[in-house]
């Protein structure tokens, strides 16, 4: 696993690679959780599951490689982390998939409900 500080325009360039490997993970963790409320779990559906399973890994494994986190466990918006400095202090630039670029950040010990736009003079 890599760590780098990301500036927005840094984190921005990544958004091509980063954008269908997040779609890749919500289109498969919403058939995970399919298989989840499913209930008879015959052999098959177990395998599936677990490949399922395996593939999520996969794919977090890979937006760690480039140094952000996969933060939606629900599998519902798409939610990224870059580790940053703003204001001199580290931070996270936050980004859903729904949104066209990182333009949002929130502190480390802040959650997705803290966030606040990323400042002018970064962008």
């Not at 997040?22 to 098959?44: I, S, W």
């Not at 870059?82 to 949002?104: G, H, K, M, T, Y």
């Amino acid at each position: 696993m890599k760590f780098k500080y990301f500036t927005p325009q840094e984190a921005n360039r990544r958004l091509a690679y980063i954008r269908p490997v997040v779609q890749d993970l919500l289109d498969k963790g919403k058939r995970l959780q399919a298989y989840v409320l499913l209930p008879h779990q015959t052999p098959q559906i177990q395998k599936q599951q677990q490949a399922l399973e395996q593939k999520i890994q996969e794919l977090t494994a890979e937006l760690e490689e480039v140094g952000c986190y996969f933060k939606d466990w629900n599998f519902e918006i798409g939610l990224v982390d870059f580790p940053a400095i703003i204001n001199s202090q580290e931070a996270l630039l936050c980004w859903r998939s729904d949104e066209p670029e990182v333009a949002w950040y929130h502190g480390y010990q802040d959650g997705y409900a803290s966030r606040q736009p990323i400042p002018v003079e970064l962008l």
